[in-house]
Nanobody, 125 residues
Framework: QVQLVESGGGSVHTGGSLRLSCAAS????????MGWFRQAPGKEREFVAG????????RYADSVKGRFAISRDNGKNTVYLQMGSLKPEDTAVYYC??????????????????WGQGTQVTVSS
């Protein structure tokens, strides 16, 4: 089992920045692909960003490219999502997820076995 705990959410104004953290514990592995997803009220959970085990490859949703950056520190078992130029449409609960397969970054929620409880991000205009 892998436990994931997100932190760093909050309320900001348009154009602001936040950094989310996801601390992993339990049967963690630096080979796991890690992803960030988000879910706005009334909408499906959607992929935001992903990173491979070694951190050499990343992938982003088109809606956040150039504004968000995912990174990881395997020594600390932590994944980060640096969010900048935030917009009201970024408002959502953000979830961290772990994929135990080594097949690369996936954008579907069904490819991730472990999930955190989520952290709220609210962007006001």
């Amino acid at each position: 089992q892998v436990q994931l705990v997100e932190s760093g959410g909050g309320s900001v104004h348009t154009g602001g920045s936040l950094r989310l953290s996801c601390a992993a514990s339990g049967r963690t592995s630096s080979s796991y692909v890690m992803g960030w997803f988000r879910q706005a009220p009334g909408k499906e959970r959607e992929f935001v960003a992903g990173i491979t085990g070694g951190g050499s490859s990343t992938r982003y949703a088109d809606s956040v490219k150039g504004r968000f950056a995912i990174s990881r520190d395997n020594g600390k078992n932590t994944v980060y999502l640096q969010m900048g130029s935030l917009k009201p449409e970024d408002t959502a609960v953000y979830y961290c997820a772990a994929r135990t397969s080594i097949l690369g970054i996936a954008t579907s929620t069904t490819n991730y076995a472990y999930w955190g409880q989520g952290t709220q991000v609210t962007v006001s205009s």
